[in-house]
């Protein structure tokens, strides 16, 4: 049962990143494609309708961890202080500036609001990634289960690290590299001409960084936690989730030559689930492994919940689920289709 | 009291009431939008229309900030108050992630549509999507009632070998007795705060002679509503909820009530100002028998004062609780007054004639933000000093390691970041205000100028 949760809350997390992942990449290249007004009003509208409820995602999946691991949850909250706030500090600036952006014209609030959009789309890329470097190196816990690291102390990765070390900020790296792939991607999709032209450019570019930094850090991450190896010796089924992520990396660069945005978009998607659940599977049963000691890491069964609320909230979850898709199947197909603005003739 | 818990407390405190300054006006409005759209609907009436755009547009202002300073909410838990989220978990993890499964997808789905999808919806769709906007506005209230409703009376768990409490019964934590008599308090609290806005945006176009045929509309509406609102707020709502105090949280009845001796016949204290170092009450003003009347329906019935009960189960404030919750009801009172005038000068025809009333009705705009305030901290400090009740202390709940200075760091950031967010909401509401719904005969703007969304 606690195998299931840990499955459920990886797929919210997935989609979280997926979904919100676009958004959040086209707020990175905000300002790279949009150069004048229209083209901004553009990419924003490119994401308008649907950013607030991608975003819903990583609340969402932050109750359903906290229902399902509430001694993860609150360890890990706990102990992330400082780089959390900052997160949701970002997520505020972030949702004001899409929302207030477009409420007066002129000279000093439009920009002021785009550079809001694009610094904390980009920040909030670079923490999300050096968080799930974090998870995969662990951190110092106690015997109590908790812990508290600083932002940074030397930049290494030794027996009391913070929450930036090279190697976290190398996954930051990949995590912005990668979201600025499928946030172009997304807008190549969603919009025509300049726009268009200029986000493939982008993306392919994106492409080659993601791949040199995924091939650096996975070479990292074997090093660093070498439970994720271990894991794959022992359950060889395992590789189906980097070769996912392989895959898709391959059929976004095949799929971007082709011009066809749509099935890069996917290909994308797939790389995004293929890394995230590689990382879950290779830290598996730890949902927070000990950099110190490994007895004292955090997993599925010392941290869940007891069974009877794990079953009942099946109950609530897979309705639930069920119907938040079928909405939002509804509401993408609503606004499918290439972006335009009103009153502008192509 | 021992700075890093007095920080972690100002900390959810801050963040949580300047929060709600902004969940009240989305789900009273929620309400109000779909009254206006139902009307528009039923009657044909476009100025209904137009009024309900409006409002759907000074919605989504709120709404924006609402999210943005709720998402945090849903975080404090684990970052602020780490150990009292282990103890708890097992249950309000339950409520908290219902609420985003069930509510907060499908406001966030449907307020696009509402906003930008009028003209690709018939009428009836596009009604339909404020009614589930109203829909998850509501069912957001409704699993964050039951949550503090368990803080406040827990039910429905066992606790485990570690300590920690266990969901037992997944239809106890729902239907907990508490958080039906809070869920619809609180939630008609929500509908007093929108309605009195909407009169006060009404009073405000016709006090300026402006868009008069709407100022009539948010006048009438706001006022009916507003002041239905506030005398269920009285009864049957309060009341219910001031007879489950005096059953499970006595203690915390006669701190509200400033009621420092047991006694029968217990005067009800309209002002008065407590003293906890000589515990007596200063300069009051009494009704006699009235608070036994209330409590136990009557006259002479014994109610426990403070004294029935050891220091250390007293709520921790007792004169700042005494004051909220004396607050909330002289406000509640003001509201039940201004509703019975307002409905007396309807029926008279004088309501939008009367400028002094009008000027009355303007002027109401915070108040109902105050009371609703006032009536969370109420609740809050009643129920200290427990953070579950008898349960947990409010000591043992927050994070181990986290410290003051990080925590004052972060509070002051928040605080930062709220006054600018407060800023700007203003700034955008007054905008939105000022230009108003469009005129009749003037083509309707069903794009608002923030098309972006579409």
Redesign the interface.
């Known amino acids: 049962m606690e195998t299931l949760w840990f499955c459920l809350v990886a797929i919210m997390i997935a989609g979280y990143v997926v979904l919100d992942g676009f958004d959040l990449g086209a707020g990175i290249v905000h300002f790279c494609v949009g150069r004048t007004e229209s083209q901004r009003r553009r990419v924003l509208k490119a994401i308008g309708p649907v950013w607030d409820g991608n975003e819903v995602w990583l609340i969402a999946g932050g109750g359903t961890l906290y229902f399902a691991f509430p001694g993860l949850y609150s360890s890990s909250f706990s102990g992330f202080y400082l780089p959390l706030m900052i997160v949701l500090w970002l997520l505020i600036l972030r949702g004001v500036a899409i929302e207030f952006r477009n409420h007066l014209d002129n000279a000093i609030w439009r920009p002021f609001f785009d550079a809001l959009f694009m610094g904390a789309s980009a920040l909030l890329a670079v923490f999300y990634g050096a968080a799930l470097g974090n998870v995969i190196r662990g951190v110092p816990l106690d015997p109590a289960g908790e812990f508290f690291l600083p932002l940074w102390t030397d930049f290494r990765v030794g027996s009391q690290p913070g929450i930036l070390d090279w190697y976290t900020i190398l996954v930051g790296l990949l995590a912005f590299a990668t979201l600025t792939q499928h946030g172009a991607l997304w807008i190549a999709l969603k919009t025509e001409d300049i726009l268009e032209h200029r986000a493939r450019r982008v993306a392919s570019a994106a492409w080659f960084a993601v791949i040199v930094l995924t091939l650096i850090v996975t070479g990292a991450t074997l090093r660093i936690q070498p439970q994720v190896l271990s894991n794959l010796v022992n359950h060889p089924w395992g590789c189906v989730f980097p070769a996912l992520a392989l895959a898709g990396l391959s059929g976004v660069a095949f799929f971007l030559y082709h011009a066809d945005h749509f099935k890069a978009f996917l290909g994308s998607c797939c790389y995004i689930v293929g890394m995230l659940t590689s990382a879950a599977f290779g830290v598996f049963p730890y949902v927070l492994p000990s950099s110190a000691n490994p007895a004292l890491g955090l997993t599925i069964t010392n941290t869940a919940t007891a069974p009877y609320g794990l079953k009942v909230a099946l109950f609530w979850w897979i309705p639930g689920m069920l119907l938040v898709l079928g909405y939002s199947v509804f509401i993408y197909r609503h606004f499918a289709g290439k972006v335009r603005l009103e009153g502008e003739t192509y | 009291m021992d700075s890093v818990l007095a920080l972690h407390r100002f900390h959810f405190a801050f963040t949580v009431t300047f929060h709600y300054i902004f969940a009240q006006l989305s789900m009273g409005l929620a309400l109000l939008v779909f009254v206006l759209k139902s009307i528009a609907l039923k009657t044909g009436d476009d100025r209904y229309n137009r009024a309900a755009r409006f409002w759907t547009r000074f919605f989504?202002?709120s709404f924006?900030?609402g999210?943005?300073?709720g998402?945090?909410m849903?975080?404090q838990?684990?970052?602020?108050w780490?150990?009292f989220?282990?103890a708890?978990?097992?249950?309000i993890?339950?409520t908290?992630?219902?609420?985003?499964?069930?509510a907060?997808?499908?406001e966030?789905?449907?307020?696009?549509?509402l906003l930008?999808?009028e003209k690709?919806l018939s009428p009836k769709a596009h009604w339909l999507t404020s009614l589930l906007l109203f829909a998850g506005t509501w069912l957001s209230g409704f699993f964050i009632i039951v949550t503090d409703a368990w803080m406040q009376h827990p039910v429905a768990y066992s606790v485990?070998p570690n300590g920690?409490a266990?969901?037992?019964s997944?239809w106890g934590l729902l239907l907990n007795p508490w958080a039906a008599w809070m869920y619809l308090h609180n939630m008609i609290g929500t509908v007093v705060t929108a309605g009195f806005v909407m009169a006060s945006v009404g009073a405000f176009y016709l006090l300026t002679r402006r868009l008069e045929e709407y100022g009539r509309i948010y006048v009438k509406v706001g006022v009916a509503a507003g002041g239905m609102a506030a005398i269920l707020m009285a009864f049957p709502t309060g009341d219910g909820q001031g007879k489950m105090l005096a059953r499970h949280q006595p203690v915390t009845l006669a701190a509200m009530e400033g009621l420092f001796e047991t006694r029968q016949a217990a005067p009800l204290v309209i002002l008065g100002q407590p003293d906890t170092a000589k515990n007596r009450l200063d300069n009051p003003a009494t009704v006699p028998g009235m608070l036994s009347f209330l409590s136990y329906r009557r006259w002479s019935a014994e109610v426990k004062g403070l004294d029935a009960f050891p220091s250390d189960l007293h709520p921790d404030n007792v004169p700042l609780l005494y004051y909220s919750y004396h607050i909330m009801v002289g406000l509640g009172t003001m509201f039940i007054a201004v509703a019975l005038v307002s409905a007396l000068q309807l029926w008279r025809g004088r309501l939008y004639a009367s400028r002094a009333w009008l000027w009355v009705l303007m002027l109401m705009l915070p108040f109902p933000f105050i009371a609703n305030t006032a009536g969370w901290m109420t609740a809050e400090l009643g129920r200290q000093p427990w953070l579950i009740y008898g349960v947990m202390r409010t000591s043992a709940g927050p994070?181990?390691?986290?410290?003051s200075g990080?925590t004052l760091?972060?509070l002051l950031?928040f605080m930062g970041?709220y006054t600018l967010?407060g800023i700007?909401f203003l700034f955008?509401t007054f905008?939105e205000i000022e230009q108003g719904p469009d005129p009749l005969g003037v083509p309707a703007r069903v794009?608002p100028?923030?098309?972006?969304?579409?």
Do not use: C, D, W
């Open positions: 989504a202002i924006a900030v999210v943005v300073t998402v945090p849903e975080f838990f684990g970052t602020n780490s150990r989220a282990k708890a978990g097992g249950v993890g339950q908290l992630a219902m609420e985003g499964v069930f907060f997808f499908l966030s789905s449907f307020l696009g549509l930008y999808g690709r485990g920690n266990l969901l037992q997944f994070s181990m390691l986290v410290s990080n760091f972060t950031g970041m967010l700007l955008l905008r794009h100028p923030q098309e972006i969304l579409l």
